[in-house]
């Protein structure tokens, strides 16, 4: 794919990778576009997203519905394939630990070739749905972004980990 407008796929590629674990739409992100200034066609943005997701910086995580149990088109999340992305456009080392979290927890079940989707049912969201080979479902709920949540996470994640030696 030939990216023609290199300043346009920098402004795209900077959004996504400081809104990771947000979800939008290639039409949410034309009109914030828009109101900038840039016209541009969702078909460019949707190939630029297509380009960041082809060469592992992200991944894109639809969204399944419950009831339907179907994926739903439009709004989507993208994670990092590694945070460090995030770091060298952000030199303030601030971070935002709820979408760390949740990026962390997105990225563990696809090392290990899950599935995984973002799950809406009716208007409430389960955080991500995970699927197996079979296909068997597991819900993951994150923790609430609550300072006591994300400590007590961060120590049982610590504590599975096994040490290297």
Do not use: H
Request: aromatic share 10%; hydrophobic share 35%.
């Amino acid at each position: 794919m030939q990216i023609r407008n290199i300043e346009l796929f920098e402004r795209v590629r900077d959004f996504i990778i400081n809104n990771f674990g947000a979800t939008f739409s290639s039409q949410s992100l034309q009109k914030a576009l828009a109101n900038t200034g840039l016209n541009v066609k969702r078909q460019t943005i949707a190939r630029y997203i297509d380009i960041l997701t082809a060469s592992k910086i992200l991944y894109q995580c639809n969204r399944f519905d419950m009831k339907s149990k179907r994926s739903l088109s439009g709004e989507k999340k993208y994670y990092l394939s590694d945070t460090s992305f995030y770091f060298v456009m952000n030199t303030d080392n601030r971070i935002n630990y709820g979408p760390a979290l949740e990026n962390i927890v997105y990225t563990y079940p696809r090392s290990k070739d899950y599935s995984v989707s973002v799950g809406r049912i009716g208007k409430l969201e389960c955080d991500f749905i995970v699927r197996d080979n079979v296909l068997s479902r597991k819900k993951i709920q994150q923790l609430k972004k609550s300072q006591l949540g994300i400590q007590r996470a961060v120590k049982r994640l610590k504590s599975s980990l096994i040490p290297l030696v």
